[in-house]
């Protein structure tokens, strides 16, 4: 499995990246559900959300794959595997089928059409960067200085700097069903969801596949992908 | 194969600004066999058979110890015994090669054992190269041999000794002996810490068999091949050092293997049932105040099995309450390392006339083995300097001190005593 750092390299390992040593996920056995226990949209549950979870007996363990409280999986009616050892392994035992999501930027055309200042200069040359989304919270902006500890940043400070881009930008975080949502922190210049410009306020469910257009030409694309 | 436990011990909290980050590694081996019997053994001993030792009833003590030393290889593994003047002779077996070990080549050897004579020099290389040469026809076999002495390399230099040395890491272990105090404490301590063995004084010959059968019970106790500690540290970070700090202080920084840019591993040679600690310091250059990294994963290997693992950690933070607590392990062997180079300064000093010194260093030293509750120190220091307040480290040197005392403080240095754990 190779998971994407908050400074764009590939890792082997899931705790911490292997190339520069920056924290990706706090993994321990209480924790690894945390991490990368997604639920597809599709899925069907083997427990309905007002029955108790079997595994842990709480109520409010969600609709999806996983049990929130316990990890229980529910389709196939087992506990998750925390005999395995630190590390990726404990991370990829977590679920029976994880998912790791990624955010992809990139600089984008359309959004500079979008944002609609011809004059600016758009960096052809920059190839952007993924980035393995590993917190609940993913606050993306210039300068995310008032993120909290527990959120992840992804701070797009540049070069190539995007002038439209505000200091704290926007936030994803992951529901409770597992499902991504971004909200607008209010940027000076707004955020678009596949080229429609989100609501002031609330947020809004993202999908895999869906497009994040933030500032003159930044455009974050929002994947699943197997590990 | 051999169970292992890894702990770390640290204060990851840094101040803003702040860029070591230190950890000590402790490292228990259950000695369970969890997959399979323990590794094939070979086992040389190798006896100084020069001049010196007819005086004092050395080599009949000798014979006695190395019979001795006989009984306790277990059936099965190859052995020989090499005895040492300005050249090596192997005493036993006498076809080449290695013999393996039964109820008959035990008694054979025993007999050679007792046929050991007195004459000649001391090259000490050259008992080495032979043993190298007898492991070498018994590959796939881990290799340990133990050195006894009474004098000091004569038929050799220093540098022969360490191109010796150089060829031999890797190949075998070897736990060194000196009996008496004609032999030199650094020429004992350069071969042990080589070949990753231990180093001590026997103050006299009858001395000897106990620490032959020990030497080797604990050989045989080895349940593991070489053991490697690879440790990975993030770019733009280097390991400022890297040393084992318990059962003794040996510095390790040296003998890393690099494995690519960012890894390297350090020999930690076989393992019984036993703990040892190791003190990791990484350069790390300062991240900004709330950032988390990884400062260093330090795995324990058995060829490329991992054994153990272990993360060492960083965080910045403006709380000064968090970055100024002192992790107890690492300032205990901290500790412990100065008080092993307090006491070969203070020593070396004392032996130049350099009272002063000396008398800082080992007052110094008297201090630290009285905090840390190094009995065992304390006590031999007692012997070369009278303390008048160990609190202060306030002493005076001693006008007359015997050569054992002095050489068995030297010797036994590096001895450290385990941290009290915290958790």
Request: net charge negative; charged share 25%; aromatic share 4%.
């Amino acid at each position: 499995m190779t998971v994407v750092c908050s400074n764009g390299h590939p890792s082997a390992t899931a705790d911490y990246c292997d190339q520069c040593g920056v924290l990706i996920a706090k993994v321990s056995a209480g924790e690894q559900t945390e991490i990368l226990s997604v639920v597809d949209d599709d899925d069907t549950s083997a427990v309905a959300p007002d029955e108790p979870c079997p595994g842990c007996g709480t109520m409010s363990h969600g609709d999806g794959h996983f049990c929130e409280c316990c990890g229980y999986d529910f389709r196939t009616s087992s506990m998750p595997n925390n005999g395995s050892s630190e590390g990726v392994s404990g991370v990829a035992g977590a679920a029976v089928e994880p998912v790791v999501w990624e955010a992809v930027v990139r600089a984008d055309r359309e959004q500079l059409e979008r944002f609609g200042d011809e004059g600016l200069d758009f960096p052809d040359a920059w190839e952007g960067l993924t980035v393995a989304l590993v917190a609940r919270a993913v606050r993306i902006g210039r300068n995310c200085e008032q993120a909290e500890a527990h959120e992840q940043k992804i701070e797009l400070s540049g070069p190539p700097l995007d002038p439209g881009m505000s200091r704290e930008h926007a936030m994803l975080e992951r529901h409770s069903d597992g499902v991504w949502e971004v909200r607008d922190l209010g940027s000076t210049n707004g955020t678009w969801i596949n080229a429609e410009l989100a609501p002031l306020a609330g947020a809004r469910r993202l999908q895999d596949g869906d497009r994040i257009g933030l500032g003159a030409w930044t455009m974050i694309e929002i994947r699943a992908r197997e590990p | 194969m051999s169970t292992f436990t890894t702990e770390i011990y640290q204060n990851e909290y840094l101040p803003a600004g702040g860029s070591d980050v230190n950890a000590i590694v402790s490292i228990t081996s259950a000695g369970e066999n969890g997959h399979g019997p323990a590794p094939e053994a070979a086992e040389i001993v190798l006896v100084d058979t020069s001049g010196s030792m007819a005086t004092s009833r050395k080599l009949r003590a000798a014979r006695t110890a190395t019979a001795a030393a006989i009984d306790c290889i277990r059936d099965g593994v190859a052995f020989a015994v090499i005895a040492g003047t300005h050249v090596a002779r192997v005493a036993y077996p006498p076809q080449h090669g290695l013999a393996i070990a039964s109820p008959s080549t035990r008694l054979d050897a025993q007999e050679a054992a007792q046929r050991l004579k007195a004459d000649g020099g001391t090259a000490i290389g050259s008992w080495l190269t032979a043993a190298a040469e007898l492991f070498a026809t018994a590959p796939g076999r881990v290799c340990h041999a133990i050195l006894l002495t009474d004098g000091e390399n004569e038929h050799e230099s220093r540098e022969q000794l360490q191109g010796v040395l150089a060829a031999c890491e890797g190949r075998f272990q070897c736990d060194c002996r000196g009996v008496g105090t004609d032999w030199q404490v650094s020429e004992l301590r350069l071969i042990a810490t080589a070949l990753l063995g231990s180093v001590d004084i026997l103050a006299g010959a009858d001395e000897m068999e106990a620490a032959f059968r020990t030497m080797i019970e604990e050989a045989m106790g080895k349940a593991t091949r070489e053991v490697g500690l690879r440790v990975w540290t993030p770019q733009g970070t280097s390991v400022a050092f890297l040393r084992q700090v318990a059962p003794s202080v040996t510095d390790l920084s040296d003998r890393a293997v690099a494995v690519n840019e960012l890894t390297a591993d350090y020999p930690t040679g076989t393992w019984g049932v036993e703990s040892r600690d190791y003190h990791l310091c990484v350069a790390v250059p300062p991240r900004e105040l709330g950032d988390e990294m990884l400062a260093a994963r330090v795995s324990l290997i058995e060829g490329e099995e991992i054994l153990g693992q272990g993360l060492v950690k960083a965080i910045w933070t403006d709380d000064e309450q968090l970055s100024t607590r002192i992790n107890r392990e690492v300032a205990h062997y901290t500790g412990q390392a100065e008080l092993a180079d307090c006491i070969q300064d203070g020593l070396e000093a004392r032996r130049a006339g350099d009272e002063a010194t000396a008398t800082f260093k080992l007052g110094r030293a008297v201090q630290l083995a009285s905090d840390s509750g190094n009995d065992a120190t304390m006590k031999l220091l007692a012997s070369v300097v009278e303390v008048d307040d160990a609190a202060t480290g306030t002493v005076r040197l001693r006008r007359s001190v015997s050569d054992l005392d002095e050489m068995t403080l030297e010797t036994r240095s590096t001895k450290t005593v385990r941290a009290r754990q915290s958790q």
